[in-house]
């Protein structure tokens, strides 16, 4: 079972680049047929899916979020990174990581607050 814990700025400003690390722990972003993504939940809204990247480092986005969207990895550090470019204040969310198979997430992390205002 993975440990994972998100990190980074709580504030970004409007059109800046929000950036945010998941350091995972007991299982290596490198295992066979893992997945591992990150989910963003808005105030008064349901989860939202924004991408994965694979356990070949293969990332794949939402389709809503594509154009601003980056997932990458460190497996030296067992940590991998989400981007997302050109903030608006519609981004203000609580933002988790999860690791899972293709079809379920499995284990998360407790989830970091991000707020998108100037």
């Known amino acids: 079972q993975a440990q994972l814990q998100e990190s980074g700025p709580g504030l970004v400003k409007p059109s800046q680049t929000l950036s945010l690390t998941c350091t995972v722990s007991r299982v290596s972003l490198t295992v066979s047929s893992w997945y591992w993504s990150w989910i963003r939940q808005p105030p008064g809204k349901g989860p939202e899916w924004i991408g994965y990247?694979?356990?070949?480092?293969?990332?794949y986005y939402s389709p809503s979020l594509k154009s601003r969207t980056s997932i990458s990895r460190d497996t030296l550090k067992n940590q991998f990174t989400l981007q997302l470019s050109s903030v608006t204040p519609e981004d203000t969310a609580l933002y988790y990581c999860a690791s899972g198979t293709y079809v379920s997430f499995i284990d998360w992390g407790q989830g970091t607050q991000v707020t998108a205002s100037s």
């Open positions: 990247i694979d356990f070949t480092g293969t990332s």
